[in-house]
């Protein structure tokens, strides 16, 4: 049985791989280790084999894993949907918010951080793929929302988040990062903002991510091993 501390290796390891073959190499990855349903003892697992970038999907569970963990132990993202009506729970709780998948959650996380003072790191989620059962603005929709994400000065938009397709072969999981590396490069010359982050990748797919020019990438059960049942 494999440790973390030898997951988090073999994960660090594919990236390094991944980026030579990309011809990438010296460039920066962020690796983000997503703990949803595991408990604060194996967040703090992670941070001890070096990650400190923790994932989390919903937004109960990470508020306890933070109260548990530690709020400043690590830089906590959240990777999964996120409804308006919990938008002032994590609003000053995380690093970045990767699933801002409408203007309407936008302008709410943007006069949340008004009122407080603040200002929010987002990225715009785009379903490339164009799953019914998935979140996301299309890539037609993309140029629009970026317009209106422009002009809401309490966010600092960050760049772009994609899932890979949830059947199909490899062929088509690099059509859809293609597709959003492409895009990003549109919305830089459009929008005049850098859009750094490109957050594309997860367990199985994130070396074909990162050839693909991925920045990010999400990692559950390549560090943490297979989730618990329930």
Do not use: Y
């Not at 494999?2 to 290796?9: E, P, Q, R, W």
């Not at 963990?69 to 308006?84: K, M, N, T």
């Amino acid at each position: 049985m494999t440790s973390i501390a030898d997951n988090v290796s073999r994960v660090r390891e594919g990236v390094q791989d991944a980026l030579r073959r990309a011809g990438r190499e010296g460039d920066e990855v962020t690796i983000v280790a997503v703990t949803k349903t595991f408990g604060a003892d194996v967040v703090r697992q992670v941070i001890d084999a070096g990650i400190i970038d923790i994932g989390e999907n919903r937004v109960q569970e990470m508020l306890a894993k933070q109260d548990d963990v530690g709020a400043a132990s690590c830089r906590w993202h959240l990777v999964g949907p996120l409804q308006r009506n919990k938008a002032g729970k994590v609003v000053g709780r995380v690093e970045m918010i990767h699933s801002v998948d409408s203007v309407r959650i936008a302008h709410t996380l943007d006069r949340l951080a008004i009122e407080r003072g603040l200002r929010v790191r987002v990225l715009l989620e785009v379903n490339t793929s164009g799953e019914a059962n998935k979140h996301g603005v299309s890539p037609q929709e993309a140029q629009a929302a970026g317009n209106e994400l422009v002009g809401l000065g309490a966010l600092d938009w960050a760049g772009l988040m994609t899932i890979g397709p949830l059947s199909g072969g490899e062929s088509e999981t690099r059509a859809c990062f293609r597709t959003l590396a492409h895009l990003a490069g549109e919305l830089r010359k459009a929008t005049g903002r850098l859009l750094p982050v490109l957050s594309m990748g997860m367990s199985d797919d994130f070396e074909a991510a990162i050839e693909e020019g991925s920045t990010l990438v999400r990692v559950g059960r390549g560090i943490t091993g297979e989730r618990p049942p329930g």
